[in-house]
């Protein structure tokens, strides 16, 4: 059932038990599936996978109607009802406004905008994503002073994963994008090392990357993905890594984020000491230039560095997480000649080859991820810049993950027939000459034209992106906003060449 309906919710629907029993079990309250859940979580040591399961039973069992499918759903963290974490966001930012209008009733006090609010919200949980924190705070203070009672802190942060080390009074808190435990240990044994004896407590904004110590030298990402994942061992470890450190967040109790970046560099580099082969500061310049910073450019990418990341220095130049501007960008070799950024898309279908290419996949179909409506929406097809070992690769890789059919939750135009449908499992970088609005795909539809979506032109792959899960793929917001930067690009670079003829 789950091949042919493909989401466990539906099967859990369509499969409820009519049976009458011999006694039939108290309706579900909300109290008790949230206290069934919490007893869930719990669960843990000797027999816990049956003592979770058996709870679940309990909850299926007393379910009517639609019930069965919203509690499998929950236990997916998949609702799919259009109801995404920034919808939540935006509903506290317009009730705390509200509350606001209330209280000002008797009062003089400042009624904040609807807009103005949810902004606030907001921002408040980029730094902060702990809802038992911010509702507090905002029914103590109001929405206004939000900001003020809601900081960053040690150990928050979101869609990441922390790991806990007690080690000489030093706690750490290494974050990582679904890397493996071996490489933070690597970071929390040279930790002490590279830390000054003033500081207590910090939260760093780096990398670890695989590193040759004998010759000085970053080794390809590649290098770092093949150590093993679990039960590792420190003494059988054959890759080296080595921590860059890019920015500071917080020391010694501190909050950076809202310092400029001169005030946070300084603090970086009077807390903390180069250790050759385990730790650096990223190379930086402070330049002006364009020439200083195109050779900057050339020098990082021989250096096996993938480009650089261009800052303001003292002006807009604070810490703003979740925020995409002007103020950071992304510069790499590549990008002189097409969008600029990557995309980080999912296979979700693919043709079969013909001539050279039968008995593997000719094309795929891509999709980007729409996190407010949690659906994957079509955005192009990729079938050049393959090497036969490539194709050959995706398509052993892919044929594990075939569906009888599209998913519910997929987007795609009726006049596409691709001959094979894929569970969403991977996710691709995809570099594009540019974007174009389509009447076939289906990214960002009703966006930036109120019938077509948005598609990648000339698309090539560049890599499998191990370290990210299907729903961290680009969002189908992130791609109208790269359309409407290159299309402002486009802009302004014919109103250049208008005023060279001139």
């Excluded at 730094?127 to 038992?132: C, H, N, R």
């Excluded at 029914?139 to 007690?166: H, I, T």
């Excluded at 560049?462 to 969002?475: C, F, G, H, L, S």
């Amino acid at each position: 059932m789950w091949q042919e309906l493909g989401d466990l919710g539906l099967v859990a629907k369509a499969s409820r038990s009519s049976q009458r029993v011999l006694y039939k079990p108290q309706r579900l309250t909300i109290a008790k599936v949230f206290h069934t859940f919490r007893a869930i979580a719990k669960e843990s040591g000797k027999d816990s996978q049956d003592k979770k399961r058996n709870h679940i039973k309990s909850l299926l069992v007393a379910a009517n109607d639609c019930e069965p499918l919203y509690i499998i759903r929950l236990l997916q963290s998949k609702m799919r009802i259009g109801l995404a974490e920034k919808t939540v966001l935006v509903a506290l930012g317009q009730a705390s406004a509200y509350t606001e209008v209330l209280r000002a009733a008797s009062s003089k006090a400042q009624v904040p905008p609807l807009d103005e609010a949810a902004k606030i919200i907001k921002q408040v949980y980029s730094v902060l994503p702990d809802y038992g924190k911010i509702v507090p705070a905002l029914l103590r203070v109001g929405v206004l002073k939000l900001s003020e009672a809601c900081n960053f802190s040690l150990g928050c942060q979101l869609d990441l994963c922390w790991l806990n080390q007690q080690n000489q009074s030093l706690r750490y808190w290494i974050s990582s994008r679904e890397l493996s435990l071996h490489v933070n240990i690597s970071m929390m044994v040279s930790g002490p090392r590279f830390k000054r004896p003033a500081v207590s407590s910090f939260v760093l904004d780096c990398e670890i990357v695989a590193y040759d110590r004998e010759k000085k030298k970053i080794l390809p990402f590649q290098v770092l993905s093949t150590r093993a994942r679990k039960g590792v061992i420190l003494s059988d470890i054959k890759v080296a890594v080595c921590t860059f450190a890019f920015d500071i967040l917080y020391i010694n109790g501190r909050p950076l984020l809202h310092e400029q970046l001169k005030v946070r560099r300084e603090e970086l580099y009077k807390s903390f000491d180069e250790v050759p082969g385990e730790f650096y500061f990223a190379t930086t310049i402070t330049s002006n230039d364009l020439e200083e910073i195109q050779k900057f450019l050339e020098n990082a990418v021989s250096s096996s560095c993938e480009g650089l990341i261009i800052k303001t220095l003292d002006q807009d130049a604070t810490y703003e997480p979740s925020k995409r501007s002007n103020n950071w960008l992304k510069l790499k070799k590549d990008y002189m000649d097409s969008i600029g950024d990557t995309l980080d898309l999912v296979p979700i279908a693919a043709f079969h080859g013909r001539g050279k290419r039968t008995g593997v996949y000719g094309s795929f179909l891509l999709a980007c991820y729409d996190e407010q409506k949690e659906e994957y929406q079509s955005i192009c097809n990729i079938g050049t810049g393959f090497s036969e070992l490539q194709l050959e690769e995706r398509s052993e890789s892919l044929r594990s993950k075939v569906i009888a059919r599209p998913k519910p939750y997929y987007r795609v135009s009726d006049s596409m027939n691709p001959d094979v449908w894929f569970e969403p499992a991977e996710v691709w970088e995809v570099k594009a000459a540019d974007l174009s609005i389509s009447p076939v795909h289906r990214a960002a539809s009703g966006v930036v034209d109120p019938n077509k979506g948005i598609s990648l032109r000339f698309p090539r792959l560049v890599r499998v992106r191990d370290d990210k899960n299907p729903e961290q793929a680009t969002y189908s917001d992130q791609v109208a906003e790269m359309y409407r930067a290159q299309k402002i690009n486009h802009m302004h670079n014919n109103k250049e060449d208008d005023d060279d003829d001139d």
